[in-house]
């Protein structure tokens, strides 16, 4: 007999992240994309935390967004400038 499963739904609540744990997050999520050097400087990831309030889909949205500003720029490492033009940008096409 064969058991099929269509879908599993299972609701889950991460509690938004800490500074510290924000780092780590993006840092480990750079690791698995295979990055084996830092891309954020301190002051962008604490920027980058204050400006999610550590919520994952949002770190992981505006990270993504500040990376490709980056390498637009051919920057090497993603800075706070870079950042503040990136929510500067995204105010802009929200109003």
């Known amino acids: 007999m064969t058991c099929r499963y269509s879908r599993l739904h299972c609701r889950l609540h991460l509690s938004p992240l800490g500074p510290d744990d924000t780092a ?14 830092d891309l954020f400087t301190h002051d962008a990831l604490a920027m980058l935390h204050e400006a999610t309030a550590g919520a994952h889909r949002e770190i992981d ?6 990376l490709r500003a980056a390498a637009r720029a051919k920057r090497k490492l993603v800075e706070r400038d870079t950042l503040t033009r990136v929510l500067d940008a995204e105010a802009t096409d929200a109003a």
């Open 61 to 66: 949205r505006l990270a993504t967004a500040t």
């Open 24 to 37: 780590a997050y993006v840092q480990t999520r750079l690791t698995q994309a295979g990055c084996d050097r």
